[in-house]
């Protein structure tokens, strides 16, 4: 089974960027769909983009144009870089294998804390 380790988060002034990694164990990793997903205080948890074993990538409406998700095969890593933050992109952010409609396939990691905020 897969795991993940996410890390990158932080506390980021509106307009600021950060960039989140996944660090994925196992050989399988290359084959596999990666996404990341984010959950705020009292919401679901949500898929806000994903990169497909083809490379393409899909994106949250909301997040479309100031986050790129990325990913190195050789390293097992999926990234998130985050620009023009807004305080409604705090959450926990985590990784995971999407499935048919976004449902996770995988387990949780322990997820990364992004907070925007001045």
């Known amino acids: 089974q897969v795991q993940f380790v996410e890390s990158g988060g932080g506390l980021v002034q509106p307009g600021g960027s950060l960039r989140l990694s996944c660090a994925a164990s196992?050989?399988?990793?290359?084959?596999?769909?990666m996404g990341w997903y984010r959950q705020a205080p009292g919401k679901q948890r949500e898929l806000v983009a994903e990169i497909l074993s083809s490379r393409r990538t899909n994106y949250l409406d909301s997040v479309k144009g100031r986050f790129t998700i990325s990913r190195d095969s050789a390293k097992n890593t999926v990234y998130l870089q985050m620009n023009s933050l807004k305080p409604e992109d705090t959450a926990v952010y985590y990784c995971?294998?999407?499935?048919?409609?976004?449902?996770?396939?995988?387990?949780w990691g322990q997820g990364t804390q992004v907070t925007v905020s001045s």
């Open positions: 196992g050989s399988i990793f290359n084959i596999l769909d």
């Open positions: 995971n294998v999407p499935g048919a409609g976004g449902a996770p396939l995988g387990s």
